[in-house]
C-alpha cells in the first residue's frame, strides 16, 4: 500500500506572509496531483507534476516533484485570504491509475 | 462542457435506514467513476470505482454498496446505515484509459446518522 504523509496538517498564518506543504511517501509515484479544497465543496485540481525534478508555477504557487518522484511541495508566496482551504496531494502509482490521498492540509490565511 | 452533479447536498438519516446517493456526469462517454469518503478536514478514502455499466470495484470492505445501471450515472447505496457511516460523500470521474487524467469532484453530500 503507498501511503502520502502531509505536513503541516494545519496552518494559520497572517495574510502576506509564506508558507511551504510538503507531500512524503516512501514509494516511487509515476505523477503527483494537488488539490485544493473549500468547505462544502469537492476538491479542483491545481496542478500535475510528471517528472522527477519538474517545477510549476500557477501564479503565487509553486509546485515541486521530488526527484525520486517519492515527495513534492507547494509553496505559496505572499499568502491571500483567498487561498484558504484544504491542499491535498495524490499520488498515481506506477501499476494503475489508482490515486493514493495524502492526509490534507488545511490553511486558514488570516487578513 | 463537462459537468457532475451529486446529490442530495446534505441528508440526516437514522440508523437502520436505508441509503441511496446519486450521481451523474454530462458531457462525456465512457468515464471512470469514483465514490470517495472523506472524514472531516482530511484525506479522501477511495470506496468504489467503476470502468463502465456494471462494473464495479470495492476498495474496503463496509456497509455500502454501489452501482452504474448507466455509462454516466453512480449510485451508492445502503440497505441498513450505522453511524459509522456518517461522513461527506464525492462521487468523481476521470477520462478512462489515462493514468494521469485529473479527478472531477462533485461537490459532495453531507450524511449524517443519528
Known amino acids: 500500500t503507498q501511503l502520502l504523509e502531509q505536513s503541516p496538517q494545519f496552518l494559520s498564518i497572517q495574510e502576506g506572509e509564506n508558507l511551504t506543504v510538503y507531500c512524503n511517501s516512501s514509494s516511487v509515484f509515476s505523477s503527483l496531483q494537488w488539490y485544493r479544497q473549500e468547505p462544502g465543496e469537492g476538491p479542483v485540481l491545481l496542478v500535475t507534476v510528471v517528472t522527477g525534478g519538474e517545477v510549476k508555477k500557477l501564479k503565487r504557487l509553486t509546485f515541486q516533484f521530488g526527484d525520486a518522484r517519492k515527495d513534492s511541495s507547494l509553496h505559496i508566496t505572499a499568502a491571500q485570504p483567498g487561498d484558504t482551504g484544504l491542499y491535498l496531494c495524490a499520488g498515481e502509482g506506477n501499476a494503475g491509475n489508482m490515486l493514493t490521498f495524502g492526509g490534507g492540509t488545511r490553511l486558514m490565511v488570516k487578513p | 462542457s463537462q459537468t457532475i452533479h451529486q446529490w442530495p447536498a446534505t441528508l440526516v438519516q437514522p440508523v437502520g435506514s436505508p441509503l441511496s446517493l446519486e450521481c451523474t456526469v454530462e458531457?462525456?462517454?465512457?468515464?471512470?467513476l469514483y465514490w470517495y469518503r472523506q472524514a472531516a478536514g482530511r484525506g479522501l478514502q477511495l470506496l468504489f470505482y467503476s470502468v463502465g455499466i456494471g462494473q464495479i470495484s470495492s476498495e474496503v470492505p463496509q456497509n455500502l454498496s454501489a452501482s452504474r445501471p448507466q455509462d454516466r450515472q453512480f449510485i451508492l447505496s445502503s440497505k441498513k446505515l450505522l453511524l459509522s457511516d456518517s461522513g461527506f460523500y464525492l462521487c468523481?470521474?476521470?477520462?478512462?484509459?489515462?493514468?494521469?487524467?485529473?479527478?472531477?469532484f462533485g461537490n459532495g453530500t453531507r450524511l449524517t446518522v443519528t
Open positions: 468523481a470521474w476521470s477520462v478512462r484509459g489515462t493514468g494521469r487524467s485529473p479527478l472531477h
Open positions: 458531457g462525456t462517454s465512457n468515464p471512470n
